[in-house]
DNA sequence: TATTCCCTGTGC
DNA sequence: GCACAGGGAATA
């Protein structure tokens, strides 16, 4: 699930369910994450009041009231499910933080491969992110300036969250069909038109993801991407089948037919 | 700039 | 069985 718009969905069902309230304790529910949390890091949190929580790329920040920091990453399967101290943890349980009303806010992820870390004021935590890629004040010169140079293709600078922050394996492919664009193309080789282009197939997917989340959170998603997951499948907009290649160990979706 | 690894579940 | 899964840090 969590590219941008799912990410941003997940931090506002945490924002209500957390923000506010005190931690009572936090609860470390598997090795892959205690791994990175020492017992001074679990003391910290306890008492404090979380004040605001925000996101950061596909990363969500719980801000502490003793200018701590909690920093969760859902990686490919991550999510919250929010409940009551007392009740049984849900299935794949990962990490929980119980509020002293009782309130609990549960990470679970089958794969284990979310991360949550710790950042005392002294040492906050730090991103080397590009911009937002739904930041409304990006302009198409300021994406070609961010790609300049760049020998890899532009699906795979689409995933470089240093040089956007984001986007993930669907939503690129998807702005890139929206695009017309050839997911092989060299990053730096796109011309103005091209980059203008890719800009409104970048707003456009993460714009219609945002609209069916609703959907896709409860229970499947009925939405049918434009490209992704649709290999062998008549492109909507041209009728040639789907195709699929690997760059950088990910399957690209794309239409041979009309993505240039 | 391109693989390797982290984990576990699912679908072929 | 085995390949693969929406991510990213570490490594070569």
Known sequence: MPELPEVEAAA?????????????????????????????DRRRCHGRRIVAL?????????HLDDGGTLVVHFRLDGDWVVDRAGDALPPFARFAI????????VLV????????THHPAA???????????????????GLRARLVGRRTSIKSALLDQRILAG??????????WRAR????????????SELARLLR???????????????????????????????????????TPIATLSQGGRTTYWCPGCQR
């Not at 950061?56 to 719980?62: D, F, I, Y």
């Not at 992820?109 to 949550?116: G, K």
């Not at 664009?181 to 103005?192: F, I, S, T, V």
């Open 12 to 40: 506002r069902v945490a924002r209500r369910a957390v923000v506010g309230r005190t931690i009572d304790r936090v609860v470390i529910g598997h090795p892959s994450i205690a791994r990175r949390w020492s017992v001074s």
């Open 123 to 141: 040492a906050p935590p730090t991103f080397a992110l590009g911009p937002e890629a739904d930041d409304p004040t990006l302009t198409a010169t």
């Open 201 to 239: 197939g970048i707003r456009a997917a993460l714009a219609d993801g945002v609209a069916h989340l609703g959907r896709y959170r409860t229970g499947g998603r009925t939405v049918a991407w434009r490209v992704y997951d649709r290999a062998g499948a008549p492109c909507r907009r041209c009728r």
């Open 109 to 116: 992820d089958p794969r284990a491969l979310s991360t949550v």
């Open 181 to 192: 664009l050839d997911p092989r193309r060299p990053a730096g080789g796109l011309e103005a």
């Open 167 to 176: 986007l993930g394996n669907i939503y690129a492919a998807e702005a890139l």
């Open 54 to 62: 925000t996101r950061r790329g596909k990363s969500q920040l719980l």
């Open 98 to 105: 119980r509020c002293t009303d009782g309130r609990r806010l």
